[in-house]
């Protein structure tokens, strides 16, 4: 659990422990059966102890050298407007950092990566009315031989088939701002394959 302020709690807590006596690990341990397994680590604890051992009692981070790194995330929205399917590297490359800040970035914005879902061929409006027409067909066609033993869709044997490709195609995830899904990507006409039938 995190809580608010809570390094600098863990300071103050470990100062106090240091002034009465404990070991840094002992101090560790009992700050962890409080707040929870693993919310601070006796190395930790042990550096903290070693800098008031020395006589520096300031419990406050210590300013870092250099100058704060600066982050544009608008040029990174862009890159991925252009083309959501580019992995956490690539984009790096383009802004010229670290993988890592690329991924601290995107989910900081609030994005995930997803994959989008394959569609044998796009629907057009003829093709959607037409599924709709021959279910509506079938649905008729089951209603009409309600009173009889045999029902139309009663007779319907099912069986299950796949499509096998003879090459594997990449699929890959797209970064997706919250709220939002992934495009479905349409797949080639006419790859080569084999049907695996059940």
């Not at 021959?134 to 209603?143: D, K, V």
Request: overall charge positive; glycine content about 6%; proline content about 5%.
């Amino acid at each position: 659990m995190e809580y608010p302020g809570c390094k600098k709690h863990f300071r103050h807590l470990f100062f106090f422990a240091f002034h009465r006596g404990q070991k840094a690990a002992e101090a560790a341990r009992d700050i962890c059966n409080v707040y929870g397994e693993g919310v601070i680590g006796e190395s930790t604890a042990r550096k903290w102890f070693a800098k008031f051992k020395n006589g520096d009692f300031d419990v406050d981070d210590t300013p870092r050298s250099g100058r704060p790194s600066e982050f544009d995330e608008e040029r990174l929205k862009a890159l991925l407007k252009e083309d959501g399917h580019q992995t956490s590297r690539e984009l790096a490359e383009k802004m010229n950092c670290d993988h890592k800040t690329i991924l601290n970035h995107l989910h900081s914005m609030g994005f995930a990566e997803k994959l989008g879902a394959w569609v044998p061929h796009e629907l057009n409006e003829n093709n959607k009315e037409i599924r709709l027409q021959i279910a509506s067909q079938h649905l008729a066609r089951h209603r009409a031989t309600r009173g009889h033993k045999q029902r139309f869709l009663y007779q319907i044997v099912t069986g299950d088939e796949k499509w096998c490709l003879y090459i594997n195609m990449k699929h890959r995830k797209t970064w997706v701002a919250p709220g939002n899904t992934p495009k479905p990507r349409v797949k080639p006409d006419h790859p080569k394959k084999t049907m695996i039938c059940v």
